[in-house]
């Protein structure tokens, strides 16, 4: 779980580096400068109130507000950057910069196409498809394999208002089964979307089933107390015949095709902290002929997992960044093996990650796709 420091005391301390940057900044606006030498009090009150304003928008640290005011003062430091290197420069360079420039309105023009952009980004639901091969048997020689993950519906980009659409695609698709990565729902999902999306999940009935491991959202990481309980998504998964895999490995048939295919279940490592079953202890056996995929909400342990024996890693959780710097923070530091798409990890095993059948907090994306994953796996001699 993540600690108060990281959850709270961090957006608290960037909310006010942001407001010395604004306020120094808004000092600079056309409608304001015009005041400085003839109305002191006004010159600098002013840019306060215009403060207030943005703080009153990005009250909330995990809310839309603070985005605008983290790209907004994003755009202001590179133009205080190219501003200043335009100033040592000087001549035409400086007059043309401080004419596109506007004293700063143009980084507000920046944040308001920025975050319009982001929006229809958020909520263009794609489906991105992959195409793997095997020398093991799969049931009719191929396998149509669809990840639904971190869906978070509600506050995100899909609610129960785009159910409609997500059955017609995923109808169109096709799959022989069904993987839930885990996030399908979080604390802020009121129980409306719960209900009508279990519902949903109930008419779907591919042959090879529909499977499912939790995330660290599901029910673990909670900002605030869910709408639901563990007994109520159980209960809910039973009547919709969504299996659930907590740290279990589960042989499925599509269909009434005796070819098997073995899915496995691994508990979140941000719940467990990484106490949890290896991937050896869940494949005890290592390497067989049995086609092998296993679903981990997160992708930590991707080379183990290919060791143990798994031909198809499934996770989520990133969202492919969604809110810039967020994907490059995690590449830097190393916190996913993998932020998005899909890598080799050995000639008999890939790994994807999706980035989301959905949004997380609000309906704004800058980075990765909200995106159905499809993943086409055929049979070829060995």
């Not at 039973?238 to 499925?252: K, N």
Request: hydrophobic share 45%; proline share 6%.
């Amino acid at each position: 779980m993540y600690g108060h420091f990281i959850q709270f005391t961090i957006p608290k301390i960037g909310q006010a580096l942001v407001a010395v940057v604004l306020y120094l900044n808004f000092l600079k606006l056309p409608f304001v400068a015009c005041f400085a030498g003839v109305y002191p009090a006004v010159y600098l009150l002013l840019p306060l109130l215009l403060l207030a304003v943005m703080s009153w928008i990005g009250r909330d640290p995990l809310g839309p507000g603070m985005i605008v005011n983290s790209h907004l003062t994003g755009l202001y430091i590179a133009g205080d950057i190219v501003g200043l290197l335009a100033r040592a420069i000087g001549g035409t360079v400086l007059t043309v910069w401080q004419t596109i420039w506007m004293g700063g309105l143009l980084a507000w023009v920046g944040t308001a196409a920025m975050m319009l952009w982001s929006y229809f980004k958020a909520m263009c639901l794609v489906t991105t498809t992959y195409r793997l091969q095997t020398t093991k048997p799969l049931p009719g020689g191929k396998l149509r394999v669809l990840q639904i993950s971190d869906l978070h519906p509600g506050k995100g980009a899909v609610d129960r208002k785009r159910i409609p659409e997500l059955n017609r695609r995923i109808r169109e698709l096709n799959p022989d089964m069904i993987l839930f990565t885990g996030d399908i729902f979080d604390e802020h999902v009121e129980r409306p979307d719960f209900d009508s999306f279990n519902a949903f999940f109930a008419t779907l009935d591919p042959p090879g089933g529909k499977w499912f491991v939790l995330g660290n959202h599901d029910l673990f990481h909670h900002w605030r107390e869910p709408s639901y309980g563990r007994a109520d998504l159980e209960g809910a998964f039973a009547r919709a015949h969504i299996r659930i895999l907590e740290d279990v490995s589960q042989l499925a048939y599509v269909g009434k095709d005796a070819t098997p295919v073995r899915i496995v279940g691994r508990k979140d490592w941000l719940y467990t902290q990484g106490n949890r079953f290896t991937p050896a202890q869940l494949m005890p056996n290592g390497p067989d002929n049995v086609y092998t995929i296993l679903l981990d909400h997160e992708p930590r342990e991707l080379k183990a997992d290919a060791a143990a024996g798994a031909n198809l890693i499934l996770s989520g959780h990133t969202h492919g960044g969604q809110i810039w710097p967020t994907g490059l923070v995690a590449k830097l530091f190393r916190y996913n093996e993998l932020n998005y798409g899909m890598k080799q990890i050995t000639p008999a095993c890939a790994a994807i990650v999706s980035g989301g059948t959905g949004t997380w907090g609000y309906k704004i994306r800058t980075e990765g796709k909200t995106e159905l994953v499809m993943v086409e796996i055929e049979q070829k001699d060995a």
